[in-house]
């Protein structure tokens, strides 16, 4: 059995469905020395992603996102004589493999199509229902995005397995030393609430910038927030919020902060604070468990799943729900241990092994 993983996307960015794919291609690689794989990468790019004696690298010339990709991508890979082809950005060229299965990771762009560029919106809404349709069989991060399918696409349910992404090993409690290393380096203060993404409308910080002024003016000593991730779109209008709000001194801004240093970002916070209107899956919340940092999360989408009652759970469209979460965590060391505790436990459970597992047999059943 032959079988390539769509990895073009690596040249244009790290997180995200980049870094999904990086994890997903590691972790078959340790499970599954046997099968015949081919990482397709851009001609481009100068690292290969080939961990196994068994994964060769293939490079093409289509571009990620190019309006011809779905008929250029077909041509390139008919040579490849592929028995299987995994696309983690969902869209599937026309042709050029016996079977095909996607990653869905979310469905954000249908419910929100006014948080996506126009650009975005034309590759992503336009050819969702027709990757749905084509795909002999879809992955999906979480029941919530498998629900969405079904209702939204009318995806039936025996076409869509659900695989819960994993966390990397390096996200767990570290020496105190090491933390405060990594707090000098960055330039943080002592004590800070935290959130992590990337900065664009669904992850909705004016609705946590709003909460926060609301909570710095019932509480004397509120730690500042940090605000660390990579600029996406629509977001012109934060840093006059923060004005506005009089948050100068803090809000504190860090953008791509190092990957190095993401497990002592999250190690020196009080809180994580994710108030997105949806998420596929949301990592973050248990990449921030997994270091023992109390999670508040929006009762939306995946959310509730992935916490599974180990993050105080808020209203993301109503600002005095976010800073209720974040008084309660705050002012109530009782709560704050117990969630730390159990944030801990619920974040052994995902590993990326164990997403490879259930792709591993995915792929075996599609493939026949």
């Known amino acids: 059995m032959r079988i390539g993983i769509d990895a073009r996307l690596l040249y244009y960015r790290e997180g995200g469905i980049a870094a999904y794919t990086r994890h997903l291609v590691e972790a078959l690689a340790a499970l599954d020395p046997q099968t015949d794989y081919r990482v397709l990468h851009s001609r481009k790019d100068v690292h290969t992603l080939a961990p196994g004696t068994n994964f060769q690298r293939a490079d093409l010339w289509t571009p990620c996102h190019h309006r011809l990709e779905r008929w250029a991508l077909s041509v390139e890979l008919l040579p490849l004589r592929l028995d299987l082809l995994h696309s983690p950005d969902f869209v599937p060229p026309q042709w050029g493999a016996r079977r095909k299965v996607i ?27 027709r990757a749905v349709r084509q795909a002999d069989h879809i992955l999906a991060d979480s029941e919530a995005t498998k629900a969405d399918l079904m209702r939204l696409l009318n995806a039936p349910s025996d076409k869509i397995t659900v695989h819960p992404l994993g966390v990397e090993p390096r996200f767990k409690r570290l020496p105190e030393e090491e933390v405060e290393t990594a707090r000098r380096t960055l330039h943080l203060p002592p004590e800070y609430i935290l959130f992590v993404g990337t900065f664009e409308p669904r992850k909705n910080i004016p609705g946590l910038l709003e909460a926060y002024h609301r ?24 840093a006059v919020q923060v004005k506005r709000l009089g948050l100068e001194a803090r809000v504190h801004w860090q953008e791509n902060p190092p990957s190095a240093l ?9 809180i994580l604070v994710a108030p997105s209107f949806y998420e596929g899956f949301g990592l973050t919340v248990l990449e921030a468990m997994a270091c023992g940092t109390p999670v508040v999360a929006a009762d939306r989408s995946s959310l509730p799943e992935v916490a599974g009652g180990a993050a105080v759970l808020v209203n993301p469209d109503d600002a005095d729900s976010i800073a209720d979460g974040l008084r309660r965590l705050l002012t109530d060391p009782v709560l704050w241990a117990e969630m730390s505790t159990a944030g801990l436990a619920r974040a052994r459970l995902f590993t990326w092994q164990r997403t490879a597992e259930i792709v591993r047999e995915v792929y075996r059943r599609v493939a026949g």
């Not at 990653?103 to 229902?129: C, K, M, W």
């Open 103 to 129: 990653t869905v990771h979310d469905l954000n762009f249908l419910y929100y199509p006014q948080f996506l560029t126009a650009e975005s919106r034309r590759y992503y809404n336009g050819q969702i229902a």
């Open 215 to 238: 909570l710095c003016a019932d509480l004397s000593d509120v730690p500042p927030l940090v605000l660390a991730g990579r600029q996406g779109w629509l977001t012109d209008d934060l």
């Open 262 to 270: 993401m497990p002592a970002l999250y190690n020196g916070a009080s």
